[in-house]
Protein backbone atom coordinates (compact mmCIF):
# COMPACT_ATOMS: atom_id res chain seq x y z
CA UNK A 1 0.00 0.00 0.00
CA UNK A 2 1.43 3.33 -0.98
CA UNK A 3 2.70 5.43 1.79
CA UNK A 4 0.31 8.30 0.70
CA UNK A 5 -2.35 6.13 2.45
CA UNK A 6 -0.78 5.62 5.64
CA UNK A 7 -0.97 9.04 6.69
CA UNK A 8 -4.16 8.70 8.33
CA UNK A 9 -3.66 12.72 9.27
CA UNK A 10 -3.18 13.86 5.88
CA UNK A 11 -6.57 12.06 4.72
CA UNK A 12 -8.32 13.53 7.76
CA UNK A 13 -7.54 16.88 6.56
CA UNK A 14 -7.89 16.40 3.14
CA UNK A 15 -11.61 15.19 4.26
CA UNK A 16 -12.14 18.18 6.29
CA UNK A 17 -10.98 20.56 3.44
CA UNK A 18 -13.22 18.88 1.24
CA UNK A 19 -16.62 18.94 3.76
CA UNK A 20 -15.51 22.65 4.19
CA UNK A 21 -15.15 23.65 0.64
CA UNK A 22 -18.71 21.73 0.12
CA UNK A 23 -20.22 23.74 3.06
CA UNK A 24 -19.17 26.79 2.02
CA UNK A 25 -20.50 26.07 -1.72
CA UNK A 26 -23.75 25.16 -0.35
CA UNK A 27 -24.35 28.13 1.97
CA UNK A 28 -23.36 30.18 -0.97
CA UNK A 29 -26.55 29.06 -3.05
CA UNK A 30 -30.13 30.59 -3.64
CA UNK A 31 -31.84 29.45 -0.47
CA UNK A 32 -34.94 30.26 0.96
CA UNK A 33 -34.83 28.65 3.68
CA UNK A 34 -31.31 27.84 6.12
CA UNK A 35 -29.58 25.22 6.38
CA UNK A 36 -30.02 23.62 10.00
CA UNK A 37 -26.32 23.89 11.05
CA UNK A 38 -27.25 27.74 10.02
CA UNK A 39 -30.52 27.81 11.69
CA UNK A 40 -28.85 26.79 14.85
CA UNK A 41 -26.09 29.26 15.15
CA UNK A 42 -27.97 31.82 14.22
CA UNK A 43 -30.39 31.16 16.89
CA UNK A 44 -27.41 30.53 19.49
CA UNK A 45 -26.20 34.00 18.58
CA UNK A 46 -29.10 35.57 18.27
CA UNK A 47 -30.00 33.94 22.09
CA UNK A 48 -26.61 36.06 23.05
CA UNK A 49 -27.14 38.90 21.59
CA UNK A 50 -30.73 39.61 23.10
CA UNK A 51 -29.15 38.62 26.91
CA UNK A 52 -25.86 41.02 25.86
CA UNK A 53 -27.85 43.72 23.82
CA UNK A 54 -31.44 44.31 26.25
CA UNK A 55 -29.48 45.25 29.58
CA UNK A 56 -27.08 47.43 27.00
CA UNK A 57 -30.40 49.24 26.06
CA UNK A 58 -31.61 49.28 29.39
CA UNK A 59 -28.50 51.11 30.83
CA UNK A 60 -27.84 53.00 27.68
CA UNK A 61 -32.11 54.82 28.37
CA UNK A 62 -31.33 54.75 31.82
CA UNK A 63 -28.02 56.92 31.21
CA UNK A 64 -29.69 58.96 28.80
CA UNK A 65 -32.73 59.53 30.98
CA UNK A 66 -30.65 60.81 33.49
CA UNK A 67 -29.14 63.38 31.11
CA UNK A 68 -32.40 64.53 29.88
CA UNK A 69 -33.84 65.26 33.59
CA UNK A 70 -30.60 67.05 34.27
CA UNK A 71 -30.92 69.07 31.15
CA UNK A 72 -34.43 69.73 31.67
CA UNK A 73 -34.01 70.83 35.62
CA UNK A 74 -31.33 73.28 34.07
CA UNK A 75 -33.90 74.47 31.27
CA UNK A 76 -36.35 75.20 33.81
CA UNK A 77 -33.99 76.90 36.52
CA UNK A 78 -33.04 79.31 33.23
CA UNK A 79 -36.79 79.87 32.38
CA UNK A 80 -37.50 80.42 35.90
CA UNK A 81 -34.59 83.01 35.99
CA UNK A 82 -36.00 84.95 32.63
CA UNK A 83 -39.63 84.78 33.87
CA UNK A 84 -38.72 86.76 37.20
CA UNK A 85 -36.70 89.10 34.80
CA UNK A 86 -39.72 89.70 32.37
CA UNK A 87 -41.79 90.63 35.55
CA UNK A 88 -39.32 93.26 36.52
CA UNK A 89 -39.14 94.41 33.00
CA UNK A 90 -43.24 94.31 32.65
CA UNK A 91 -43.01 96.11 35.86
CA UNK A 92 -40.60 98.88 34.50
CA UNK A 93 -42.51 99.31 31.65
CA UNK A 94 -45.43 100.21 33.50
CA UNK A 95 -44.13 102.64 35.75
CA UNK A 96 -42.17 104.35 32.52
CA UNK A 97 -45.57 104.41 30.89
CA UNK A 98 -47.17 105.85 33.55
CA UNK A 99 -44.75 108.35 34.25
CA UNK A 100 -45.00 109.23 30.59
CA UNK A 101 -48.59 109.90 30.91
CA UNK A 102 -48.31 111.85 34.07
CA UNK A 103 -45.65 114.24 32.41
CA UNK A 104 -47.82 114.67 29.08
CA UNK A 105 -50.98 115.52 31.05
CA UNK A 106 -48.66 117.81 33.02
CA UNK A 107 -47.27 119.73 29.86
CA UNK A 108 -50.81 119.12 27.70
CA UNK A 109 -49.47 116.76 25.43
CA UNK A 110 -52.36 114.84 23.70
CA UNK A 111 -49.72 112.48 21.29
CA UNK A 112 -46.47 111.79 20.60
CA UNK A 113 -44.53 110.68 17.19
CA UNK A 114 -44.98 107.07 18.45
CA UNK A 115 -48.41 106.88 18.57
CA UNK A 116 -50.52 104.21 16.50
CA UNK A 117 -53.77 103.00 15.65
CA UNK A 118 -53.21 99.26 14.35
CA UNK A 119 -55.08 98.05 10.94
CA UNK A 120 -54.87 94.49 10.37
CA UNK A 121 -54.94 92.96 7.25
CA UNK A 122 -53.52 90.01 4.75
CA UNK A 123 -51.38 90.10 1.38
CA UNK A 124 -54.16 88.78 -1.31
CA UNK A 125 -51.60 88.45 -4.31
CA UNK A 126 -47.52 89.73 -4.97
CA UNK A 127 -46.86 89.53 -8.78
CA UNK A 128 -43.67 87.07 -9.88
CA UNK A 129 -41.90 89.79 -11.60
CA UNK A 130 -41.58 92.71 -9.25
CA UNK A 131 -41.78 89.77 -5.99
CA UNK A 132 -39.21 92.64 -4.51
CA UNK A 133 -41.12 95.50 -5.12
CA UNK A 134 -44.48 95.44 -4.21
CA UNK A 135 -47.88 93.10 -2.52
CA UNK A 136 -51.43 93.75 -2.78
CA UNK A 137 -53.34 93.69 0.77
CA UNK A 138 -57.14 93.36 1.25
CA UNK A 139 -57.53 96.34 3.25
CA UNK A 140 -58.36 100.29 1.37
CA UNK A 141 -59.73 103.12 1.79
CA UNK A 142 -62.65 102.30 3.45
CA UNK A 143 -60.88 100.57 6.18
CA UNK A 144 -59.20 103.98 7.04
CA UNK A 145 -56.18 103.13 4.80
CA UNK A 146 -54.18 106.06 3.64
CA UNK A 147 -50.88 106.47 1.42
CA UNK A 148 -47.96 106.55 3.00
CA UNK A 149 -49.17 104.67 6.07
CA UNK A 150 -46.40 102.67 7.72
CA UNK A 151 -47.13 98.80 7.06
CA UNK A 152 -45.27 96.58 9.58
CA UNK A 153 -45.15 92.23 10.65
CA UNK A 154 -44.84 91.20 14.57
CA UNK A 155 -40.96 91.51 13.05
CA UNK A 156 -40.48 94.57 12.02
CA UNK A 157 -41.22 97.45 9.13
CA UNK A 158 -42.32 96.22 5.64
CA UNK A 159 -43.32 99.13 4.08
CA UNK A 160 -45.80 101.91 3.42
CA UNK A 161 -49.07 102.41 1.36
CA UNK A 162 -48.69 103.70 -2.30
CA UNK A 163 -51.76 103.67 -4.16
CA UNK A 164 -56.00 102.67 -2.14
CA UNK A 165 -58.67 101.34 -3.64
CA UNK A 166 -61.69 101.08 -1.75
CA UNK A 167 -61.03 97.32 -0.15
CA UNK A 168 -57.29 96.90 -1.03
CA UNK A 169 -54.07 98.47 -1.27
CA UNK A 170 -50.79 98.57 -3.03
CA UNK A 171 -47.90 98.61 0.05
CA UNK A 172 -44.42 99.42 -1.70
CA UNK A 173 -41.70 96.96 0.58
CA UNK A 174 -38.57 98.39 1.42
CA UNK A 175 -36.21 96.08 -0.98
CA UNK A 176 -38.48 98.60 -4.02
CA UNK A 177 -35.71 99.68 -5.94
CA UNK A 178 -37.74 102.69 -6.55
CA UNK A 179 -35.37 106.21 -5.23
CA UNK A 180 -38.18 107.35 -3.77
CA UNK A 181 -38.68 105.19 -1.08
CA UNK A 182 -37.29 106.83 1.83
CA UNK A 183 -37.32 106.11 5.47
CA UNK A 184 -36.07 108.38 8.26
CA UNK A 185 -34.17 105.67 10.76
CA UNK A 186 -32.44 106.42 13.51
CA UNK A 187 -29.54 104.15 15.11
CA UNK A 188 -30.23 102.68 18.79
CA UNK A 189 -27.29 103.49 21.36
CA UNK A 190 -25.80 105.55 23.76
CA UNK A 191 -25.94 108.19 21.54
CA UNK A 192 -28.41 108.22 18.57
CA UNK A 193 -27.62 108.71 15.12
CA UNK A 194 -30.19 109.72 12.40
CA UNK A 195 -30.30 108.43 8.63
CA UNK A 196 -32.25 107.47 5.85
CA UNK A 197 -33.45 103.85 4.27
CA UNK A 198 -32.79 104.49 0.41
CA UNK A 199 -31.36 101.59 -1.17
CA UNK A 200 -31.30 97.37 -1.31
CA UNK A 201 -28.49 95.62 -2.15
CA UNK A 202 -29.88 92.33 -3.69
CA UNK A 203 -26.74 90.88 -3.63
CA UNK A 204 -26.49 90.96 -0.06
CA UNK A 205 -30.41 91.04 1.13
CA UNK A 206 -29.10 93.84 3.31
CA UNK A 207 -30.75 97.44 3.05
CA UNK A 208 -28.99 100.24 3.18
CA UNK A 209 -28.92 103.00 5.90
CA UNK A 210 -27.58 106.31 4.06
CA UNK A 211 -26.41 109.71 5.42
CA UNK A 212 -24.88 108.54 8.99
CA UNK A 213 -22.65 111.28 10.54
CA UNK A 214 -18.69 110.26 9.27
CA UNK A 215 -17.43 110.73 12.91
CA UNK A 216 -18.94 108.09 14.78
CA UNK A 217 -18.58 104.48 15.31
CA UNK A 218 -20.93 101.52 14.84
CA UNK A 219 -20.74 98.23 15.12
CA UNK A 220 -22.63 94.70 14.22
CA UNK A 221 -25.91 93.61 15.61
CA UNK A 222 -27.16 97.86 16.50
CA UNK A 223 -30.92 98.06 16.10
CA UNK A 224 -32.33 100.30 13.87
CA UNK A 225 -35.60 101.88 14.16
CA UNK A 226 -37.91 104.32 11.99
CA UNK A 227 -37.15 108.08 13.74
CA UNK A 228 -40.44 109.29 13.10
CA UNK A 229 -39.13 112.34 12.09
CA UNK A 230 -40.17 111.80 7.93
CA UNK A 231 -43.52 113.03 9.02
CA UNK A 232 -45.74 109.76 8.23
CA UNK A 233 -44.37 106.88 10.07
CA UNK A 234 -44.60 106.34 14.17
CA UNK A 235 -41.11 106.43 15.59
CA UNK A 236 -39.46 103.40 17.28
CA UNK A 237 -40.78 100.66 14.45
CA UNK A 238 -38.22 98.17 14.70
CA UNK A 239 -36.75 97.84 10.87
CA UNK A 240 -33.74 95.60 11.31
CA UNK A 241 -29.70 95.43 12.46
CA UNK A 242 -26.43 96.34 11.11
CA UNK A 243 -24.75 93.99 9.55
CA UNK A 244 -21.39 96.19 8.43
CA UNK A 245 -20.84 99.54 7.57
CA UNK A 246 -18.81 101.74 5.07
CA UNK A 247 -17.58 105.23 4.33
CA UNK A 248 -18.47 107.08 1.18
CA UNK A 249 -16.49 107.42 -1.32
CA UNK A 250 -15.91 111.65 -0.79
CA UNK A 251 -15.47 110.26 3.19
CA UNK A 252 -18.30 113.03 4.05
CA UNK A 253 -20.72 110.17 5.63
CA UNK A 254 -21.48 106.28 6.20
CA UNK A 255 -23.21 103.88 5.41
CA UNK A 256 -24.78 101.10 7.49
CA UNK A 257 -25.82 97.53 5.61
CA UNK A 258 -28.93 96.51 7.52
CA UNK A 259 -30.19 93.35 7.83
CA UNK A 260 -34.25 93.29 7.76
CA UNK A 261 -35.94 92.46 10.58
CA UNK A 262 -39.41 91.31 8.97
CA UNK A 263 -39.24 88.07 6.48
CA UNK A 264 -40.01 90.67 2.96
CA UNK A 265 -39.69 87.49 1.28
CA UNK A 266 -42.35 85.52 2.49
CA UNK A 267 -45.77 87.81 3.78
CA UNK A 268 -48.59 87.15 4.70
CA UNK A 269 -50.18 88.95 7.61
CA UNK A 270 -49.83 92.43 7.70
CA UNK A 271 -50.33 95.62 10.11
CA UNK A 272 -51.20 98.96 8.94
CA UNK A 273 -49.76 101.80 11.37
CA UNK A 274 -52.62 104.58 11.27
CA UNK A 275 -49.86 107.70 12.84
CA UNK A 276 -52.37 109.67 15.18
CA UNK A 277 -50.05 112.39 15.71
CA UNK A 278 -50.21 115.28 13.24
CA UNK A 279 -47.06 116.62 12.08
CA UNK A 280 -46.14 120.21 11.39
CA UNK A 281 -46.83 120.24 7.95
CA UNK A 282 -50.16 118.27 8.40
CA UNK A 283 -51.63 120.64 11.22
CA UNK A 284 -50.80 123.88 8.24
CA UNK A 285 -52.17 121.85 5.72
CA UNK A 286 -54.99 121.55 7.77
CA UNK A 287 -55.30 125.19 8.61
CA UNK A 288 -54.91 125.79 4.93
CA UNK A 289 -57.78 124.10 3.86
CA UNK A 290 -60.22 125.55 6.94
CA UNK A 291 -58.91 128.64 6.26
CA UNK A 292 -59.82 128.04 2.37
CA UNK A 293 -63.56 126.69 2.93
CA UNK A 294 -63.78 129.83 5.63
CA UNK A 295 -63.23 132.13 3.06
CA UNK A 296 -65.37 130.39 0.13
CA UNK A 297 -68.08 130.32 2.76
Known sequence: MPQFFLNKRLIVMLIAIIVLVALVGFSLRDRE???WPEQFVKDVVGFGENIV???ASFVSDVISGTKNLKNTYTENEHLKKRLEELAQLESNVADLKKENKELKDSLGIQSSLSDYDPINGSVISRNPTNWNE???IDKGSRDGVK?????????GLVGRITTTGAKSSTVELLTSSDTR???SAMVQGSESAYGIINGYSADEKLLEL???PYDMKFKKGQKIVTSGLGGKFPSGIFIGTIEKVETDKMGLSQTA???PGADLYDLNHIIILKRTAE????STDSETNDSSSTGGN
Open 33 to 35: NAS
Open 53 to 55: AKP
Open 134 to 136: QVE
Open 147 to 155: PDMAVVTPS
Open 181 to 183: NRV
Open 210 to 212: KQL
Open 257 to 259: YVK
Open 279 to 282: TASE
